[in-house]
């Protein structure tokens, strides 16, 4: 079974597996055999999001892996998120009790605000996950909720035992300063968008300076949102079909992936790739064995234009969070 370096999280002093699994787009029992298969590879980190409209399935792979005695509740770090939606401090505790439910565990090991971003309300019975689109087809419907609101909400639930660490995903650094300046429980991870193609040097620099640890999501770049055949993924060039990437990869006798993931762990990045197969899942953990170059590492961050895939704004009237 293979296994994760580590990134010691403050404030607590936990060690977080550096290499997570991914489960956004695995639907149905597609993500319940992907987290279980997962478990079993050696990955102790599963990262998802009420968003993500999974987390019951990938619940059911976490119970299965627990009743095969492949790993013990405590082995694996249960990662989930708040939904736009849910912002408001009444809404806050519904949010984090159902994707619990859902799990089908008694608390998140991290729980991050998924979008600086807060949405009308809407009823769980009205529709689950609610989505970015209040009537469910194509109004944006904004609620005003101060970020303060939603983390003190949240802090309630970390001193109630429900969650372990507090993170945010998407959010810039002159937000993540205002937070820092009244959050009781500081926030222990940030997840942005990081690739090749959107590196990301000084958000990654000022978390790391105020002891955030920074999670990479989409570290493939385009290749996720293909599938959603977003227009500036299909213009852009393949990560793996890079010359620069694929001429290191010959170099170290690796996968193009395997270098790419590599490039952001050397950065102290933790990254939750998806991964489809077995075959794939191994080949993600294994990229810690080989070592970049300094040169290596200087040529792959050269490719930075500051290209973002994930953004809001693109899609959602209003939503302008990186403007």
Same mark, same amino acid.
């Given at each position: 079974m293979l296994t994760s370096p580590t990134i010691t999280l403050k404030p607590t002093g936990a060690e977080m597996p550096q290499i997570g699994f991914g489960t956004w787009k695995h639907y149905g029992a597609k993500a319940t055999e992907a987290v279980y298969t997962g478990l079993k590879v050696g990955y102790r980190l599963i990262d998802c999001a009420c968003d993500y409209g999974n987390e019951k399935e990938c619940g059911e792979g976490l119970k299965r892996a627990i009743e095969d005695g492949v790993v013990a509740r405590e082995d694996v770090w249960v990662v989930s998120k708040l939904w736009n939606t849910f912002h408001r401090k009444e809404h806050v505790r519904e949010a984090v009790m159902r994707s619990l439910s859902d799990w089908g565990v008694s608390y998140f090991d991290i729980y991050y605000v998924h979008f600086p971003i807060s949405l009308a309300y809407v009823p769980p019975d009205t529709r689950y996950p609610p989505g970015w689109f209040f009537d469910g087809k194509s109004q944006v419907k904004h609620d005003p909720v101060p970020l303060r609101e939603t983390w003190e909400a949240l802090e309630e639930l970390v001193d109630e035992g429900y969650i372990r660490h507090l993170g945010v995903s998407n959010m810039c650094s002159a937000l993540l300063m205002d937070l820092l300046s009244y959050a009781r429980h500081r926030p222990s991870v940030l997840q942005i968008e990081i690739h090749p193609y959107n590196a990301q040097p000084r958000a990654v620099q000022y978390a790391? /300076? !105020? %002891?955030?640890?920074v999670t990479a999501y989409s570290s493939f770049g385009p290749l996720g949102f293909r599938e959603l055949n977003t227009p500036k993924s299909l213009r852009t060039q393949p990560l793996f079909t890079h010359p620069v990437v694929t001429a290191i990869a010959l170099a170290h006798q690796s996968t193009p992936a395997q270098v790419v993931l590599r490039w952001a762990t050397q950065r102290r990045l933790a990254i939750?790739?998806? #991964? +489809? @197969? /077995? !075959? !794939?899942?191994? /080949? =993600?953990?294994? #990229? @810690? +064995?080989?070592? *970049? @170059? /300094? !040169?290596?590492?200087? &040529?792959?961050? %050269? *490719? =930075? &234009? %500051? *290209?973002?895939? =994930?953004?809001?704004? +693109?899609d959602f009237e209003g939503c302008h969070i990186f403007s």
């Open positions: 790391h /300076e !105020q %002891g955030i640890a939750i790739p998806k #991964s +489809d @197969t /077995e !075959q !794939q899942m191994k /080949e =993600n953990m294994q #990229s @810690t +064995d080989i070592k *970049l @170059t /300094e !040169q290596e590492m200087s &040529v792959i961050s %050269g *490719l =930075n &234009v %500051g *290209l973002r895939f =994930n953004d809001p704004a +693109d």
